[in-house]
């Protein structure tokens, strides 16, 4: 029943709660346990996880989505020591980030991100911005209509059209810049804050451990 830990459980039915009456582990993501910076990171994606979704409402392709982003951490974590570049941060919370990407797509969230989201004309892929409170790109002339507008690369828009096609196996070895790593983590942190009209605790939790350099 720890944290980071795939377990078959049996509940028998009490008065007003369920007991617990049997457990069995079947799988235990044993680097969560071993860096804190991976535990950061899986307390993220767990959290992500409770908010989105309903207690008692069953969905196969959030558990299947949840155990691939865990194992690839965890797979990862295996031969990380003590991420000592702050790349290794950035590209471990970008996995993060696109499963909560994909997360949001599942529950009508999706960005609209292949015309402008404000009067559906075509873009210019030199001119691309985003806004949170619309929910998609926005073509230059509109630009100017919405004060949270903010610009994104080409490159950032591939990436997020990428990670809603694949797999998060495959998205996760997309090769992208450092800079438009860490602008998707926040942009992504950003639009979960809208939909849950509050920032994750992990988030929060994350804030101190970035000031001081350990944790990006």
């Known amino acids: 029943l720890q944290p980071f830990t795939i377990s078959e459980i049996m ?12 457990a069995r582990m ?12 991976l535990f950061l990171l899986g307390s993220y994606v767990l959290e992500v996880v409770e908010r989105l979704t309903r207690e008692g409402v069953a969905d196969l392709f959030i558990w299947d989505e949840l155990c691939a982003v865990l ?12 991420f000592t570049a702050s790349d290794d941060h950035a590209r471990f919370g ?13 529950f009508g969230y999706r960005p609209e991100l292949r015309a402008c989201v404000a009067c559906e004309s ?5 001119n691309l911005a985003f806004s949170l409170l619309q929910g ?3 073509c230059e002339s509109c630009v100017p209509t919405y004060m949270d507008s903010q610009p ?12 809603l096609r694949l797999p998060i ?32 605790r992990t988030s929060r939790l994350a804030a101190p451990v970035q000031e001081h350099g350990i944790f990006v």
Do not use: H
């Open 94 to 106: 970008l996995i993060t980030r696109l499963f909560a990407l994909r997360l949001l797509d599942r």
């Open 152 to 163: 994104i690369s080409v490159a950032c828009v591939k990436l997020l059209r990428e990670a």
């Open 136 to 138: 998609g790109l926005l």
């Open 169 to 200: 196996a495959s998205s996760a070895r997309l090769l992208v810049s450092p800079l438009d790593t860490r602008f998707t983590i926040t942009l992504v942190d950003q639009m979960l804050s809208v939909q849950l009209q509050e920032p994750l």
């Open 122 to 126: 075509s873009l210019d892929p030199a």
């Open 71 to 82: 194992q690839e951490l965890d797979d990862q974590g295996q031969w990380a020591s003590g």
């Open 26 to 37: 079947e799988r235990n993501f044993l680097s969560f346990g071993r860096e804190y910076d």
């Open 11 to 22: 509940l028998a039915n009490g008065r007003s709660i369920e007991r617990l009456a049997q």
